[in-house]
């Protein structure tokens, strides 16, 4: 089938940081929080020349607030007030202006008198004004927006950019609060996703659908497939993946899934067929749990982008075609604190039915050394081996 001998550019976390509650569906590893307990920072990621903005506690509890650097750059961060009780939304959070061409991350840490503690991350862009140096996290692609990875994010691999390859992150507005839409690590020389990941629960899900095809704002026009039309040789899809029909709650976050990045060359009879379903389960998962966390991906028979199978897009642009694709899958049970994770892999091509079997699953772990990818690297280690290696149809309903 696929050459286990498959290995991508992968393996290493960029920075150690602490495991951190940014926006999930009710909190990634912390849903056993209190839910009157919140830490919200009005901007995630801000420019090098911004200096200051709001920070909000919710809390019926005192309360103080500390500040940590992920690298070497300390110091440029402060907050007013640093201990305070019951809900806030005024506290001061100021930085200075990044003098360096680098993206730096300042944590903070909020603990209540009650024992709990969240934190949040906040992103200063590097100043594009400032030559390069002693840059720790150096931009794969000059002139590219390129953040680094979001500890704390349950759905991500373990993986550090090379040249050619971006990691970049869609944020959405729910209700008010802005949380993450999914992620993608890009490969320019195929143009496309190597792997596309997110959370799935209740607040992404909903109905429409806004056929915006568009580029990707976040990754250069000329590294993206022009598909603002079908692929030109017949037989294929704009195959989405991260599904449309799993962020249709607002017009924002689906708009952001129809991005040309997001899209690859699928056999029309697969995608419509058996994919489809398989997409239409994993929702059905989603919906018995707290936060099901995925990740999508197309997998290459060999790992030199010249070897692939090629097709145009809609202005002649070379585009590989994946000869099959992954998608992995981890559920969290808030009742249980518990985790299972599973996996199905297919072939890119028309298997003669439209629902997936038992026979289509196989662990996480099978598709790490098929890959090379290292799945849900923020798991706690000391169970991460062991729910990689599950395989347990009759969980999923196989």
């Avoid at 839409?181 to 190597?194: G, Q």
Wanted: glycine fraction near 8%.
């Amino acid at each position: 089938m696929f050459h286990k001998s498959f290995v991508l550019r992968i393996v290493i976390l960029l920075a150690a940081m602490p495991a951190v509650l940014l926006s999930s569906c009710t909190g990634d590893r912390d849903d056993t929080l209190p839910k009157d307990n919140s830490l919200s920072l009005a901007y995630d990621s801000v420019a090098y020349d911004h200096t200051a903005q709001f920070v909000t506690v919710t809390s019926s509890d005192d309360w103080t607030i500390s500040l940590s650097y992920s690298g070497q750059d300390t110091g440029w961060a402060s907050v007013s007030p640093e201990s305070g009780s019951g809900s806030r939304n005024n506290i001061m959070l100021t930085y200075s202006e990044n003098d360096s061409s680098y993206v730096r991350t300042v944590i903070l840490t909020v603990r209540f008198s009650g024992g709990d503690s969240l934190s949040a991350v906040l992103l200063q862009g590097g100043n594009p004004n400032v030559s390069g140096g002693d840059d720790p996290d150096p931009d794969p692609w000059p002139g590219l927006e390129s953040d680094p990875y979001q500890s704390g994010w349950l759905e991500l691999p373990a993986v550090m950019e090379q040249e050619g390859t971006a990691f970049v992150y869609h944020m959405t507005d729910i209700d008010g609060q802005t949380k993450r839409n999914y992620s993608m690590l890009y490969d320019a020389a195929r143009r496309i996703a190597l792997w596309v990941a997110y959370p799935l629960c209740h607040e992404y899900m909903g109905s429409g659908r806004t056929d915006d095809w568009g580029f990707d704002p976040k990754i250069p026009d000329r590294y993206e497939p022009v598909l603002y039309r079908g692929w030109p040789e017949g037989g294929f899809d704009r195959g989405h993946q991260i599904p449309s029909g799993s962020r249709n709650a607002n017009t924002d976050m689906n708009r952001q899934t129809f991005y040309f990045t997001n899209m690859t060359a699928q056999n029309s009879r697969f995608n419509q067929g058996l994919w489809a379903s398989l997409e239409n389960r994993v929702r059905g998962f989603a919906s018995v749990c707290d936060t099901l966390y995925v990740v999508t991906g197309p997998i290459f028979d060999s790992d030199v982008p010249e070897d692939s199978r090629w097709t145009e897009d809609n202005n002649g642009n070379m585009v590989a075609v994946p000869d099959g694709y992954f998608k992995v899958l981890l559920q969290y049970e808030v009742s249980t604190a518990e985790y299972y994770s599973v996996a199905f892999v297919y072939e890119n091509r028309d298997y003669g039915r439209s629902n997936p079997e038992a026979s289509d699953m196989c662990s996480v772990s099978e598709v790490e050394e098929m890959t090379g990818y290292i799945f849900f690297n923020n798991l706690p280690q000391s169970v991460a081996g062991s729910i990689k290696d599950q395989l347990e149809p009759d969980r999923w309903g196989f």
